[in-house]
């Protein structure tokens, strides 16, 4: 079973910036495509950013330009460097795992095999 455990998160002003991390707990790591979702306040769920096991990166507009998804396969760790963060940032930050079998097709189109259990991020002045 992959455990996903973030940390990170916390209260910032608007205009800081937080970074936030997921240990994986096994092996696998580097074969998965790996992805940030976040759930505000009465809002659903939503990609944030994503990676592949190639290093492609995909953003949602509202983050584009701000945060940066990055990961250490060495560490089994990845990464979530939010910078000029606004009110809107703030949500639960989720770390989430595609199996590592997964291919593009069902990843682009599918919710992730594996959850992290949140980091909340308020963003308040």
């Known amino acids: 079973q992959v455990q996903l455990v973030e940390s990170g998160g916390g209260l910032v002003q608007p205009g800081g910036s937080l970074r936030l991390s997921c240990a994986v707990s096994?092996?696998?790591?580097?074969?998965?495509?790996m992805a940030w979702y976040r759930q505000a306040p009465g809002k659903q769920r939503e990609l944030v950013a994503r990676?592949?096991?190639?290093?492609?990166?995909k953003y949602t507009d509202s983050v584009k330009g701000r945060f940066t998804i990055a990961r250490d396969n060495l560490k089994k760790t990845l990464y979530l460097q939010m910078n000029s963060l606004s009110l809107e940032d703030t949500a639960v930050y989720y770390c989430?795992?595609?199996?590592?079998?997964?291919?593009?097709?069902?990843?682009?189109?599918?919710?992730?095999?594996?959850w992290g259990q949140g980091t909340l991020v308020t963003v308040s002045s």
């Open positions: 989430a795992a595609w199996k590592s079998t997964a291919i593009l097709s069902v990843i682009a189109s599918s919710d992730p095999d594996y």
């Open positions: 990676m592949l096991r190639d290093g492609n990166t």
């Open positions: 096994e092996s696998s790591f580097s074969r998965r495509a």
